[in-house]
């Protein structure tokens, strides 16, 4: 089922000129066209949380990527689900939550989080939030304490490019899915990324 989501995600992966599929144009996002900030590794007691969120405005329809790494690069948990809410911004927020989540029930103990939604990981270093997102703000305050060490980190989309496979993909299907570590596709985007981080260990 997985490598069909996979195949059937690829249509909507490069959606044609005047899809108003809200993430790159959206005005929550930080212009990246002059950034060349390189994936990092982590110190080995660490995993790094990628996060991202798809949304369509006309369908108020959103797909939500969670992917989880070791300080090698190596992918440890992947997972996609679709869901319904009103904002790109909402998306984006349910979908640390489902990421920490995820990190939580497989154990991890020190997280690093990383978002392309820069507006978002401002507002999670501070103590007030939007209306909008209140209750997931505070389900991603209380999910925190589940670990040892948990911070969060802006990145650009081009050093999320894993995580927006994955939530591009969950705009297709519905179902949650946790994907196979074996799939080829999973595999080279993980290894492309990791591939271009630089030689410095933060944490």
Known sequence: MAEKAFHEFQLVNNPPSGSDTD??????????????????????????????AAWTKGTKKGGIGNIIRDHLGIPLLAYSVGVLCDLAFMAEAIAICSGLLLAANGGFKKV????????????????????????????????????????????????????????????????PIVWPLTSPWLLHLCESEANVCDDSLVQ
């Open 112 to 175: 690093l989080v990383e978002s392309n939604c820069y507006p978002l990981i401002k507002q999670l270093s501070s103590s007030d939030s939007e209306l909008a997102i209140i209750s997931i703000h505070h389900d991603i305050v209380q999910l925190r304490k589940s670990f040892d060490d948990c911070s969060f980190s802006f990145v650009p989309r081009t050093t999320n490019t894993v995580a927006d496979t994955l939530a591009r993909s969950a705009l297709s299907v519905e179902s």
């Open 23 to 52: 993430q790159s144009n959206n005005s929550s996002y930080i212009s990246e066209s002059n950034q060349a900030i390189n994936w990092i590794p982590l110190s080995p007691s660490w995993v790094k949380l990628n996060v991202d």
